[in-house]
């Protein structure tokens, strides 16, 4: 991993202001892991079997972020939008979500990693949402690292929200509609006590945000990649980071 340190290092991107990053490496990265469904179709496999292949991604990614050193990983695991699915489908996705907190949360909490959920959780049905609430709250005084899961979340809709609250703020007479800056916006957010987003990464050759994470990432770097969310692997992070390192950022300002 060191030789992979000095190959990222050697054209650093100039660390930027707004997210006080350190060199190559960024601190903050989401991912919006797509291709499950692609994946099991060419294998001619049902979706179930994509979408476990996809957490043996999360499992690969998390564990090579960690290696890289890298602060946060925010993952769209569940999008507002996702309801539309087959019941079937969402109830299989639930499982996969109740059989992941079992069988890693021991590792994630070892590892120091905090969890944290954007979005409306609680929509779920009771028991999951109770690992949930169980998971974050045992992983909460956790340091090393956060790890955010995007669950029933929309970016449209969290700014709705933020929205609503500065409304209420307004006419309740303890902010004046001139205090609604950027950062009153963004302290709003359920990102609020996140570094700001350096890289974005699509997998499966979309080229669309999809309703996530519209606001803060506004002057993040965007990667997209062909490779189907199952084949994600170390080294695919490792491009991304790569191709993250070698990008000047300049925010506007030349």
Not at 43 to 65: C, D, F, M
Not at 72 to 88: G, Q
Request: proline fraction near 5%; hydrophobic fraction near 45%; glycine fraction near 6%.
């Amino acid at each position: 991993m060191s030789l992979l340190r000095s190959r990222i290092s050697r054209k650093p991107a100039p660390a930027p202001v707004e997210t006080g990053g350190q060199g190559a490496v960024p601190r903050h990265i989401a991912i919006i892991m797509d291709g499950n469904g692609r994946w099991a179709k060419a294998r001619r496999l049902p979706r179930l079997a994509g979408h476990r292949s996809g957490a043996e991604a999360v499992r690969r990614t998390l564990r090579a972020a960690g290696k890289l050193g890298i602060e946060c990983v925010t993952l769209y695991a569940f999008s507002s939008e996702n309801w539309k699915r087959p019941e079937e489908e969402i109830a299989d996705l639930t499982g996969l979500m109740k059989q992941f907190l079992r069988s890693e949360l021991d590792e994630i909490h070892e590892a120091g990693i905090r969890l944290k959920i954007i979005g409306d959780h609680h929509a779920f049905e009771p028991e999951a949402a109770a690992m949930v609430d169980a998971a974050v709250a045992r992983t909460a005084d956790n340091r090393a690292s956060t790890l955010v899961v995007a669950l029933n979340y929309g970016s449209q809709d969290e700014l709705a929200r933020a929205m609503r609250r500065l409304a209420e703020q307004v006419k309740a007479g303890t902010l004046a509609p001139s205090e609604i800056t950027p950062e009153a916006i963004a302290a709003q957010l359920d990102t609020a006590d996140l570094p700001p987003l350096d890289l974005l990464i699509r997998t499966s050759g979309e080229v669309r945000l999809s309703n996530f994470l519209l606001w803060q990432a506004a002057y993040a770097e965007l990667y997209f990649t062909d490779t189907l969310w199952p084949d994600f692997d170390e080294a695919a992070l490792v491009a991304a980071i790569e191709s993250y390192a070698r990008r000047e950022r300049r925010y506007g300002g030349r």
